[in-house]
């Protein structure tokens, strides 16, 4: 079906994806808005734009606009402008431990950008907004796997409050001007152009320059490494369809959307380097420092994924290590193809 949609985030790692996968799956035409900014190197971002401007017919169907969520004029005059159908805003600071040290861009990014988003959603109304939570949003919860139904009420990040708070706001901006809301949390998304500050992709700058890799929790962590494709293949099914009134009677819904299995820390750096010795990269692993945990880091994510299995067909299908050899070989032709 036809839409015409808003990505917010359009040059990061998740939102481009999303919109090359409409581009080329699709008829929607894509408005795309990023604000290029440097929490990490700004040409990862120019990169992306440039290969979503190399799909057929892209230059008819999408628009990019460089600016900030926060900035709520410019976000009334694209909503002005266009009549978009579907918006999915996936714009946001990310980071767990850079809100350590940096909570204002999370405010400015996470709850002011969304608030201008959801304003704009109430006076131009769309029929379905989507957005990004997160799997910090459990905290520090010992029961897994991780359902929709368990409490969040204990963040131990402001990144995780800040997504905690964008579920409250749009459920209340679902029940008070029936905007169709659904709200996805992401577990641990990875592969080819991803975010430098994933922990296996700066393990891979770090492995190839021959330095030691920092692994926390004395290397005793799991995470539910879920596959870009597998995230863009679920948000665009949830995309199609605006959830039906929850208990409060709000159109409103929030989903886990990861892999649904937990792979440990250690075994993730041990199938990179193995990865990286079969592209040639290296010829042998480098050393682990093993350290203790770090503030607001947790022990492990696993996604419970029964609820989005049900309702959309989610089926995730990349085991770690064909994700991580997609990762492995784009970087070499991104970073190295040049030097070998």
Known sequence: MRHNVLITGVAGFIGSALAGHLLRQSD???????NLNDYYDPSLKDY??????????????????KGDLSDSALINRLFDENAFDIVVNLAAQAGVRY?????????????????????ACRHHP???????????VYGGNTKVPYAEADSVDHPVSLYAATKKSDELMAHAYAHLYDIP?????????????????????????KILRGEPIQIYNMGDMRRDFTYVDD???GIAAVMERAPEPCESGA?????????????????????????????????????????????GDVYQTWADTSELAADFGYTPQTELIDGLREFVRWYKSYYLSDSI
Do not use: W
């Open 28 to 34: 929607c035409t894509v408005v795309g808005i990023d």
């Open 48 to 65: 992306r734009l440039d290969r979503l401007s190399q799909i057929e017919g892209s230059a008819e169907r999408f628009t990019f606009v």
């Open 99 to 119: 809100s350590i040290d940096n909570p204002r861009s999370y405010v400015e990014s996470n709850l002011i950008g969304f608030f201008n988003i959801l304003e």
């Open 126 to 136: 769309v029929k379905h907004l989507v957005y990004a939570s997160s799997s910090s």
């Open 181 to 205: 809301c659904t709200g996805l949390r992401f577990f641990t998304v990875y592969g080819p152009a991803g975010r430098p500050d994933m922990a296996y992709f700066k393990f891979t700058n």
């Open 231 to 233: 995230i863009v293949e």
């Open 251 to 295: 159109p409103y819904k929030v989903y886990n959307i990861g892999h649904g299995s937990p792979v440990g820390l250690m075994d993730m750096v041990l199938g990179l380097e193995q990865l990286l010795i079969e592209e040639g990269l290296i010829e042998k692993p480098t050393e682990h420092e093993l350290l203790p945990m770090q503030p």
